[in-house]
């Protein structure tokens, strides 16, 4: 069994990834998850009820002793726990923090026999077993054993000649009412969304990738949208992207690694 803090579309590659091979998946989420890219993030459970990523369904619980039935129903269980007080209660093999939040809240190496981060804010070797880096590029899902992350730049990786003209940040703070959904074709300039009297412009063309659930109170300077300039690449709306699967698989290797030592110290 694994823990895998975080459900938003990074973390559902590893939770997915992990579920296909057999591994009783447990995730872990604050109460009023964030995400963006909602059609392929498992974290939309917690509003919903259950969310399916590429025919996977997720299934909110309302606590620990609900995960067996949802496990043996071949789901995934979501359970709102911030501060992964399950992981002291049912002993994991292993915890994943999946959150991406560029910092420890609270991971730690007593937490299982395995500990493995994603991305900066990690130290391999200390804070966790292993961290896995999550930066586009050559790097990307290296395996790093001591050491950190590569650190984070802000800016968000090159699609189609574009870097952070693809992400859309709020322009002020308060409730915001979407008039775009996910999937659309956008124009430069169309408004997306309002927030208070202020309008959401898109910042490109191309396909709105991902945006925050409607209704939703965001801050000012908020990631609140995605654009992918790629229109043929409509698509992948609904699909895990390749730098999740990249990162899950790394992921993997870690848990059938030690698996693996284990097994030979017998």
């Known amino acids: 069994?694994?823990?895998?803090?975080?459900?938003?579309?990074?973390?559902?590659?590893?939770?997915?990834?992990?579920?296909?091979?057999?591994?009783?998946?447990?995730?872990?989420?604050?109460?009023?998850?964030?995400?963006?890219?909602?059609?392929?993030?498992?974290?939309?459970?917690?509003?919903?009820?259950?969310?399916?990523?590429?025919?996977?369904?997720?299934?909110?619980?309302?606590?620990?002793?609900?995960?067996?039935?949802?496990?043996?129903?071949?789901?995934?269980?979501?359970?709102?726990?911030?501060?992964?007080?399950a992981a002291g209660v049912l002993h994991p093999?292993?915890?994943?923090?999946?959150?991406?939040?560029?910092?420890?809240?609270?991971?730690?190496?007593?937490?299982?026999?395995?500990?493995?981060?994603?991305?900066?804010?990690?130290?391999?070797?200390?804070?966790?077993?292993?961290?896995?880096?999550?930066?586009?590029?050559?790097?990307?899902?290296?395996?790093?054993?001591q050491g950190t992350a590569l650190p984070n730049t802000g800016i968000p990786g090159i699609i189609g000649g574009f870097g952070a003209e693809r992400v859309i940040h709020a322009p002020s703070s308060g409730q915001i009412k979407i008039s775009a959904q996910i999937g659309d074709i956008v124009q430069k300039g169309q408004a997306l969304a309002q927030i208070g009297s202020v309008a959401v412009p898109a910042s490109l063309d191309g396909v709105l990738r991902g945006i925050i659930r409607d209704g939703f109170t965001v801050a000012k300077g908020m990631k609140i949208a995605d654009i992918d300039p790629r229109i043929e690449q409509k698509k992948n709306c609904t699909t895990i992207s390749d730098k999740a699967r990249c990162i899950a698989g790394s992921v993997l290797e870690l848990l059938v690694r030690h698996n693996v030592r284990r097994e030979l110290a017998l």
Not at 44 to 67: F, N
């Open 93 to 145: 093999q292993a915890v994943v923090d999946a959150i991406l939040a560029k910092k420890n809240i609270g991971t730690s190496r007593q937490m299982a026999p395995l500990t493995i981060a994603l991305g900066p804010g990690f130290c391999a070797g200390e804070d966790v077993d292993y961290v896995v880096e999550t930066q586009r590029g050559h790097q990307l899902g290296r395996i790093i054993t």
């Open 1 to 85: 069994m694994v823990i895998v803090r975080g459900g938003g579309d990074i973390a559902t590659g590893t939770v997915f990834k992990l579920h296909q091979c057999g591994y009783a998946v447990l995730v872990l989420e604050a109460a009023m998850p964030t995400a963006i890219r909602r059609q392929v993030a498992f974290c939309e459970a917690m509003y919903d009820g259950a969310a399916t990523v590429e025919k996977v369904t997720c299934r909110r619980i309302d606590s620990i002793g609900q995960c067996q039935k949802v496990w043996d129903n071949q789901e995934i269980p979501l359970l709102a726990d911030p501060g992964a007080k």
